[in-house]
């Protein structure tokens, strides 16, 4: 049984089109699920959605086999985490994580017990009598999902928790906000976040959404699926630009020719044509199509299947370095070693793999690869 489930979800503002529409999700038991979209696309309203702070206009909320339709927030069994702590400024860092378990009247002993507990697993017992202004950002963050966790609910909800934090801070707290849900037992996690970088690393299962006019016309929900298989397998652009960074490189061509094996693809404003591996059975030949391929698929070994370009800078991050460069028809970017040594200026002549490539046609749907390139998982040997 499905720990979250939404049924034919539809949400509007007064009499503004739907920001959800047809959305139907399942949710398991401890699965981390979680939401991710462009801003606009309804990430946190169907978070509030599941809360019970926002009530939907269609449809039907059901945790853990029960109809939240018209249960009060209160009564769901779920804990959220703010973007924005929401902390008692008055109150020290014990009575905050106690407040919760004080309202439902909760043995003082066991209160105690469950408040030193989630301090001690977030490392926030030294800090227990302090106010929220003596604390850091990070600090102020794991007291309200200790403020969770004390209540032990069946689903925790997290609302851009880290986007208020620094680079660094982001890192640390998303590490233990993973390592936390491997001691939730049964608990799912529904997270909400604009970040890709969260989404990666977190996710068992990322809910992609759409925003604007594409909601109105594909539905609001773009791919579902685990993080690598939006990254190797995406069904259209949109998800295939999202999901990555750098962002992958599209370029705009038209079918030049057929074949079992792929789809030869010329270049816009270029003679150079590309072999794309994928199943072109449905296109047409002059079709617009757009190829799509990763930075880090891109080499630098130029012989065959290649484009000509010129360097425009180089981004030397010190493992790694990312090429910009420019061609005929607009610009790319490349992954190379750190220690590259390019001058802007300088032509190169880049090599694009076609079972490294994606096809797009003109509606920005992904045509089936014929060849996926995926990462196998290192097998590490235990003693």
Wanted: one cysteine or more; proline letters at 5%.
């Amino acid at each position: 049984m499905s720990a979250i489930s939404l049924t034919n979800i539809q949400k509007s503002f007064g009499a503004n089109p739907p920001v959800i529409r047809d959305l139907n999700l399942d949710i398991g038991a401890h699965e981390f699920c979680v939401f991710l979209g462009p801003s606009g696309c309804g990430k946190s309203t169907l978070l509030r959605i599941v809360a019970g702070l926002e009530d939907q206009t269609e449809g039907e909320v059901t945790i853990a086999g029960q109809s939240m339709n018209g249960v009060p927030a209160a009564e769901r069994g779920v804990a959220m985490v703010f973007q924005s702590y929401a902390l008692f400024p008055h109150m020290s860092v014990y009575e905050n994580m106690a407040f919760g378990l004080k309202l439902a009247k909760t043995p003082k002993a066991e209160i105690d017990r469950k408040v030193r507990e989630a301090a001690r697993v977030l490392q926030l017992e030294a800090l227990l009598e302090r106010k929220p202004r003596e604390l850091s950002g990070g600090q102020r963050q794991r007291v309200a999902i200790g403020r969770a966790i004390v209540r032990e609910p069946g689903v925790f909800l997290f609302d851009e928790p880290l986007s208020n934090l620094d680079a660094a801070l982001r890192g640390q707290t998303r590490i233990e906000i993973a390592r936390l849900h491997q001691r939730f037992a049964q608990a799912s996690v529904v997270y909400v976040t604009h970040d890709q970088i969260e989404a990666m690393t977190l996710a068992d299962k990322i809910v992609l959404l759409h925003a604007g006019a594409d909601t109105q016309r594909f539905g609001s929900i773009a791919q579902i699926g685990a993080p690598l298989e939006l990254y190797h397998r995406p069904r259209s652009k949109f998800v295939a630009g999202f999901i990555g960074s750098p962002r992958m490189n599209f370029i705009d061509g038209a079918v030049d020719a057929i074949a079992d094996d792929g789809v030869n693809v010329k270049l816009k404003q270029s003679d150079t044509a590309l072999r794309v591996q994928v199943n072109g059975t449905r296109l047409k030949h002059g079709q617009p199509v757009t190829i799509g391929i990763r930075p880090e698929h891109i080499r630098l070994d130029g012989d065959a299947q290649t484009l000509a370009v010129k360097s425009l800078l180089t981004e030397q991050l010190g493992e790694h370095s990312y090429l910009h460069v420019e061609y005929a028809g607009g610009t790319l970017i490349a992954k190379a070693p750190g220690d590259v040594a390019v001058r802007p200026g300088e032509p190169l002549a880049l090599r694009l793999p076609a079972h490294t490539c994606h096809l797009f046609d003109d509606e920005g749907a992904a045509l089936e690869r014929t060849v996926v390139t995926e990462t196998q998982p290192v097998v590490l040997q235990t003693a």
